[in-house]
């Protein structure tokens, strides 16, 4: 189903609401957890149980003491409620996934459910000598249940979306899903598939049909992201190649590093159009890095998606000899014409007027942007994360929307400034690594996790502590931005996860 960033009532009254019907289901919102949710006609994807509170998702990738065996990652789902996210009753799966959980209601019963790649039982390269398959937590009032499979062994879910616009979504595996690393070139293109929905109980698609992405049979796609950038209700994707075609002789002559595939009743069909226009409005800015950085969400409040794309690349991936970046952000918006066919793509960054932050070269502005309303006015707010400034310490920035969407510099009349939320600033528990290397950023998608109408910002920081403790943080949104006042902070060991395992 197409990305979009909706503006929802508040969840305290939606829960409330839910709270007066299933009072013999031992439903709560008075903060001590997470009530019992019930089906929706159209669920949100960010709420796994139907209680009205959006729920974390994450993947907690542990280290080594011993600096040789890795323990798998867990996926981790704690879910919202009226007194926040409840840590102690997150659920932590343990069986090695990888990759970012995907989140749709697959099976059609009115609860979202998670498809993410495992790193067992399949064919493939999950990344660490892994083999690959895609498993489904089904949503339920509870939370998600236990992990099934789904697929064919192999098939690796990377994307989700309604492609052929039948109103059910479907999940792509667009060829590269968790084989090796994406910075490397594909150069032996694997075929892709896409299972369309609806999923039955068993996680059997409705139907299953092949998905080829390579350039000329050269290179399969590093990334996807998807979202309705025509506004016609389809899912459309956006793919993003990496390859060095001045180094590399077999390379036809020609290869963008971007391409655009339309949804529409006959599935995912190039758009050459709209491919050229991105093409056009990146070439010389992201180039084929392999570090670029794309996401997808409306940040002008049109009701059409947008893409976002971060030249994020730390200063060991800078250009050998070139100058150092600090990281830059552009906005190329979706429109009726298609993607690019609208209003000039939006340029940001930390030398913008009114954007918090001393510019350095590795900083990684833009690795990540995330489109919400945190301070409830109804308008989107943007979240950029910098995770390398000051040596890898992070930082994450607040860019308020206006009537216009988010504007490319902030004067000093305008309605609310930017904010900038690190590990030294005053309220925010921790300090800082003063070796570098914490890595503050915020997680995906923004989530109100406490139903008051404003979206939360819930950041990590896998280096805290050196990597022996990690941590999470979350920052409330209020109508006068991101709260440092009552900032939530917990580790992995708080959800019993040992990071440094013999």
Known sequence: ?????????????????????????????????????????????????????????????????????????????????????????????????????????????????????????GVGDGGAGKPVRTVVLRGGPHGPADPRPVGEEGFAAGAVGDFDCDGNPDLLDDGHGGRGDPAETVREPVPGAVLYGPFDEDGTPARTAPFTADLDGYASPRHTTTGDFDGDGCTDAVLQYYFDAEQDDSAPEGLRGFAVRSGGKGGLVPDEEAGGRLDSALAGTLG???????????????????????????????????????????????????????????????????????????????????????????????????????????????????????????????????????????????????????????????????GDGHADVVASAPGHGRGRTGGFWVLRGTDDGLSTDDVRHFTPADLGIDLQVP
Do not use: W
């Open 1 to 121: 189903m197409p990305v979009r960033t909706s503006v929802r009532p508040a969840a305290g009254a939606v829960g409330a609401a839910l709270c007066a019907s299933l009072l013999l289901s031992g439903c709560s919102s008075s903060g001590d957890g997470p009530g019992t949710g019930r089906a929706q006609d159209s669920p949100a994807a960010e709420d796994l149980n139907g209680d009205g509170y959006d729920d974390l998702v994450t993947v907690v990738r542990p280290g080594s003491r011993s600096g040789k065996a890795f323990p798998p990652e867990r996926l981790v789902v704690v879910l919202g409620s009226a007194g926040g996210l409840h840590v102690p009753g997150a659920t932590v799966h343990e069986a090695g996934f990888f990759g970012a959980p995907l989140r749709a209601d697959l099976d059609g019963d009115g609860f979202t459910d998670l498809a993410v790649q495992r790193g067992d039982g």
């Open 288 to 450: 084929e890095d392999p570090a670029a950085a794309f996401s997808a969400g409306d940040a002008d409040g049109d009701g059409i998606d947008d893409l976002f794309a971060g030249v994020p690349a730390p200063v060991d991936r800078q250009p050998q000899g070139g100058p150092e970046d600090p990281g830059s952000l552009r906005i190329v918006h979706g429109s009726r014409a298609g993607l690019g066919g609208g209003r000039p793509v939006t340029a940001l960054d930390q030398a913008a007027p009114g954007v918090p932050g001393d510019p350095q070269g590795g900083d990684g502005f833009g690795a990540a942007a995330l489109a919400g309303d945190v301070t409830g006015d109804g308008r989107p707010d943007l979240v950029v994360a910098t995770p390398y400034k000051d040596r890898g310490s992070g930082r994450l920035t607040l860019l308020p929307g206006s009537a216009d969407g988010i504007p490319d510099r902030y004067g000093p009349d305008a309605p609310q400034q930017p904010q900038a939320v690190d590990l030294d600033t005053p309220g925010v528990p921790g300090t800082h690594n003063p070796y570098g290397s914490d890595r503050f950023a915020p997680l995906g998608p923004l989530l109100d996790v406490d």
